[in-house]
C-alpha cells in the first residue's frame, strides 16, 4: 500500500522543511521537497510531526478510578485511555502500572496485573489505536514488591521499570504534611486512616528498601528492562542511580539532582504539565528552568496526555533558544531512543510511518490526523 502526504512543514530531527512524505506498507519510504507524486492527501501547509513517545503515563489509571472508591470496567478504561492517548497525537505509549503493594492504602495500592489482562484483551481483540508498552513503576519500599514484579515479569513482557520511593519526608514530599495532603486529596482517606498509613510508610523503608532496590535492579537487568529512577533530588540519589545502572531520571525534583544525572548521560525527563503549567505543582524544580539550563532530554505527558504535544510547541515560545525539531525531539526521538526503539520517533526513510498532522488555533497545537504505521487511528 502506497501512500503520499503532501504539502505539509515537515518536523525533521534537525530542521522544518515543506514537503511531502512518501509511506510504502506502513514506512516511510521518501522524502521530498519537489513535484508531489499522484493521488498525495493535501495537508495544506499543517505540520507533520513523527508520532509522539510516551515513556510515563498514569492516565489508565485515572480511568480505572475516576473517583475515589469508584471502580470501572478494566477494559472500557484501557479502551478509553487508548482512545485518548492517539487522539493526543501520541502513537507509542509506555502504560505506567503500579506495582504497590500496600493493603493498607486501599486505592493507593495498584492494578498493575488488572490492566495488562485488560491490555491483552484489547490487543487480542484488535482495539488499540496507540502502540502499547508496560512500565512497571515499582514502589521500593514495600514487602512484596519484588515478588510481585518478579510474577508480571515471568508472565508478559516488561520494557521500562521505574525505581519509586514516596516515603513521606523526602523525594518528592520533602515533608510528612506533603505526602498527607496530596494522597488525602486524591483518595479520599481520612486523616486517621493516613496516620496509619504513614507510620506504616515510614516503618516500611526502614526495613525493606535498601534490599528491595537491589532486587529490583537485577531482575530488571535479567528481563532486560529500561531502568529509571524517580524523583531523584541528591547528589546521594544520582550516585545511586548511576551504580544502578539507570538510563532515565524521572522528575528530579531539583537543579543539582537533574545537572548530574543530565553530566552522567541519564536522560532526564520532566512533565509536560509542568512546563506549561509554569512550575511543579508540588513545588519541585520547573521543566523551564532545567531547559533554559540545557537538561531537558524528555518529555513526558504524565497526567495529561495532551500536555505532551502542547509542551513541546510552548516549550519554543518559553525558551526562544529552543527551536521546533529539538523540542519535538524531546517528544519522539530521544525517548525511542532510549526505550530502544530505534524503528519510530523521527521522520526519516526506513521508520515506521507514525505521523501526527498538526495545526495551530492561535498558539495551542490542534491534533488533525493521526497515523499509525500508515493507518489512520484518530
Same mark, same amino acid.
Given at each position: 500500500?502506497?501512500?503520499?502526504? @503532501? ?21 516511510? #519510504? @521518501? ?12 495537508? &495544506?501547509?499543517?505540520?507533520? +510531526? ?10 489508565? &489509571?485515572?480511568?480505572?478510578? $475516576?473517583? $475515589? ?31 504497590? $503493594? ?25 482495539? +488499540? ?86 532486587? +529490583? ?10 531502568? @529509571? ?57 520547573? @521543566? ?7 537538561? +531537558? ?23 526562544? #533558544? ?42 495551542? $497545537? ?13
Amino acid at each position: 500500500m502506497r501512500q503520499v502526504f @503532501a504539502n505539509a512543514r515537515l518536523v525533521l530531527a534537525d530542521e522544518i522543511v515543506s514537503g511531502h512524505v512518501s509511506v510504502t506498507d506502513g514506512v516511510i #519510504s @521518501a522524502i521530498g521537497t519537489g513535484v508531489v507524486p499522484a493521488g498525495a492527501e493535501d495537508l &495544506e501547509g499543517d505540520y507533520l +510531526l513523527p508520532g509522539l513517545v510516551e515513556l510515563h503515563t498514569d492516565h489508565v &489509571e485515572g480511568h480505572l478510578s $475516576p473517583r $475515589p472508591k469508584v471502580r470501572w470496567n478494566p477494559l472500557a478504561a484501557m479502551l478509553a485511555h487508548d482512545a485518548q492517548i492517539a487522539a493526543s497525537g501520541i502513537t507509542t505509549v509506555f502504560d505506567s502500572l503500579r506495582v504497590w $503493594p500496600d493493603k493498607k492504602a486501599v486505592g493507593m495500592d495498584g492494578d498493575a496485573p488488572l490492566l495488562i489482562a485488560a491490555l491483552e484483551a484489547a490487543r487480542a481483540a484488535d482495539a +488499540l489505536r496507540a502502540d502499547h508498552f508496560i512500565h512497571l513503576r515499582c514502589e521500593v519500599p514495600t514487602d512484596t514488591v519484588v515478588q510481585d514484579a518478579e510474577a508480571i515479569l515471568k508472565k508478559t513482557p516488561v520494557h521500562l521499570i521505574s525505581l519509586m520511593d514516596h516515603t513521606p519526608g523526602q523525594r518528592q514530599f520533602a515533608t510528612i504534611d506533603q505526602f498527607r495532603s496530596y494522597y488525602m486529596k486524591k483518595s479520599g482517606i481520612s486523616a486517621e486512616e493516613m496516620d496509619v498509613i504513614v507510620t506504616s510508610r515510614l516503618d516500611f523503608h526502614e526495613r525493606y528498601a535498601r534490599e528491595n532496590r537491589a532486587g +529490583l535492579v537485577a531482575l530488571a537487568h535479567a528481563h532486560r528492562c529500561v531502568v @529509571a529512577s524517580h524523583d531523584d533530588g541528591t547528589p546521594e540519589h544520582v550516585a545511586e542511580a548511576i551504580g544502578d545502572g539507570v538510563a532515565i531520571a524521572e522528575f528530579p525534583t531539583t537543579e543539582e539532582a537533574a545537572r548530574l544525572s543530565h553530566e552522567a548521560g541519564i536522560r532526564v525527563l520532566m512533565g509536560a504539565p509542568n512546563l506549561v503549567r509554569g512550575g511543579s505543582h508540588t513545588g519541585n524544580v520547573s @521543566a523551564e528552568s532545567l531547559a533554559r539550563g540545557g537538561r +531537558l532530554d524528555i518529555l513526558s505527558s504524565d497526567y495529561v496526555p495532551s500536555s505532551l504535544l502542547w509542551a513541546a510547541f510552548d516549550l519554543t515560545r518559553r525558551v526562544p #533558544s529552543i527551536a521546533l525539531p529539538e523540542a519535538v525531539r524531546m517528544i519522539t526521538k530521544t525517548p525511542a531512543e532510549v526505550a530502544g526503539l530505534a524503528d519510530r520517533g523521527e521522520i526519516a526513510p526506513g521508520r515506521r510511518a507514525d505521523l501526527v498532522r498538526v495545526a495551530l488555533a492561535g498558539d495551542m $497545537p490542534v491534533v488533525k490526523g493521526v497515523w499509525r504505521e500508515g493507518r489512520r487511528v484518530a
